[in-house]
């Protein structure tokens, strides 16, 4: 199994233009996620999905929109890149079979917006 | 909801000494515990978890983390530090709830970041 995986690792935007994360895992997991993790403060989650076509926001959704066609892939999209934006993506997924939500990360997306 | 605070940003430590990274967390109901370790330019993997039952959790590599539900703390701590233990550690909290979006939800620390020194 590949796991979880994220492309671009690398990604250099100019301020407006947007772009989409890509993000799929192989493990049939149903709940996938979308953190940023700047320095010094952690992992704060963007937006969150329990499944194909059920998508929700997490703690810091502004400026990002993400959809979910099937359960393998979770793309995020940034509409119009912002400075601010600059961080590192991970994204997670978990099965939900458990009461307890075990997330398996992917290896990030380094994102400077210039 | 729930917090996680850990009191420490940085910790240096010698090769082969002992070291502790504290966690504190906050919730208002009981809650699963992680570890999470990222080493430079990786995503991050799963350290070692508290679920129930024994109060100490082990991990493969020789850390370990003590479950305190009066203090509500799970410190990660391991007898004998190598080089290849310098990493960030995170801490994170998963509320024991049945079912429903906040089941889900894992709140993070700020992380540790563990500087073994030769």
């Known amino acids: 199994n590949a796991g979880v995986t994220q492309t671009p690792k690398f990604q250099v935007l100019k301020t407006g233009q947007s772009m989409t994360l890509q993000c799929a895992q192989d493990?049939?997991?149903?709940?996938m996620s979308w953190y940023r993790q700047d320095p010094g403060m952690g992992l704060r989650l963007i937006h969150y999905?329990?499944?194909?076509?059920?998508?929700d926001q997490g703690e810091v959704p502004n400026g990002y929109n993400v959809s979910r066609s099937t359960t393998e892939d979770f793309p995020l999209r940034l509409l119009s890149a912002a400075p601010s934006q600059t961080s590192v993506y991970f994204c997670?997924?978990?099965?939900?079979?458990?009461?307890?939500?075990?997330?398996?990360f992917g290896p990030g997306t380094r994102l400077t917006v210039l | 909801a729930q917090s996680v605070t850990q009191l420490d940003s940085q910790v240096p430590v010698f090769e082969e000494a002992p070291v502790e990274l504290r966690c504190n967390y906050s919730?208002?109901?009981?809650?699963?515990l992680f570890w999470y370790v990222q080493y430079p330019n990786q995503g991050l993997q799963l350290l070692l978890k508290?679920?129930?039952?024994?109060?100490l959790v082990e991990s493969i590599n020789g850390f370990e983390a003590e479950f305190n539900k009066s203090q509500t703390s799970f410190h990660l701590r391991k007898p004998s530090v190598h080089i290849s233990d310098t990493a960030e550690y995170f801490c994170?909290?998963?509320?024991?709830?049945?079912?429903?979006?906040?089941?889900?939800?894992?709140?993070f620390g700020k992380g540790t970041k563990l500087s073994v020194i030769p």
């Open positions: 997670a997924s978990s099965y939900l079979g458990t009461l307890y939500n075990e997330q398996f």
């Open positions: 493990m049939n997991h149903e709940y």
């Open positions: 999905s329990v499944g194909a076509g059920i998508t």
């Open positions: 919730s208002s109901v009981s809650v699963y």
């Open positions: 508290y679920l129930s039952g024994s109060t």
């Open positions: 994170a909290v998963n509320p024991k709830l049945n079912s429903g979006a906040g089941s889900y939800q894992l709140t």
